[in-house]
């Protein structure tokens, strides 16, 4: 799948099959995030691969709007040092993981955005770093629709030069 068509039909999935993520398939995920360009090179951020069916559940437990990772067969919580850019960069990291997940047919949803601090005595993470997201990465366990999205038109959102003149 190329960039494109992986950023056209991206879905959010929350329901994941039993079916193990190959370790190929989770390094190129670690992979993309790795070489995500960062603020200054800072790469501010951390990749803790969870496959543990247990603490997944935690995770699942200890985050309100996931509880679904209990089920998913993988999670990569991403934890970012203090820095300026720790946010962004790692944001951008977050986007690069879940695209290259997809074009490999492997699902992911974005949970929480801070708020997970519970997740740092779990999995042995330094005060000195923040839990950003819980990322659940699986097979997805019903067909999805790829590309069907509600979004804007284009002209809604594009301006040309100025705000206000629509880009056509």
């Known amino acids: 799948m190329d960039a494109f068509a992986a950023l056209r039909t991206l879905l959010a999935v929350r329901s994941y099959q039993a079916k193990p993520v190959p370790d190929a398939v989770v390094r190129r995920i ?36 996931g509880p679904y990772i209990a089920q998913a067969p993988l999670a990569i919580v991403v934890a970012t040092d203090k820095s300026r850019f720790a946010v962004s960069d790692a944001s951008r990291a977050i986007q690069s993981m879940m695209l290259a997940a997809w074009a490999d047919g492997v699902g992911s949803n974005w949970v929480g955005f801070g ?36 979004r804007k038109a284009l002209r809604e959102v594009a301006h040309l030069e100025r705000y206000g003149r629509p880009f056509e």
Do not use: C
């Open 115 to 150: 708020g997970l601090d519970k997740a740092k005595a779990l999995l042995d993470i330094p005060g000195a770093l923040d839990v950003l997201a819980i990322l659940p990465f699986g097979y997805p366990a019903r067909a999805v629709g790829k590309g069907w999205k509600q």
């Open 30 to 65: 670690l992979e993309a995030g790795r070489l995500t360009g960062s603020g200054m090179n800072g790469q501010p951020w951390h990749f803790i691969v969870v496959r543990d069916p247990a603490t997944l559940k935690s995770l699942g437990a200890l985050a309100s709007s």
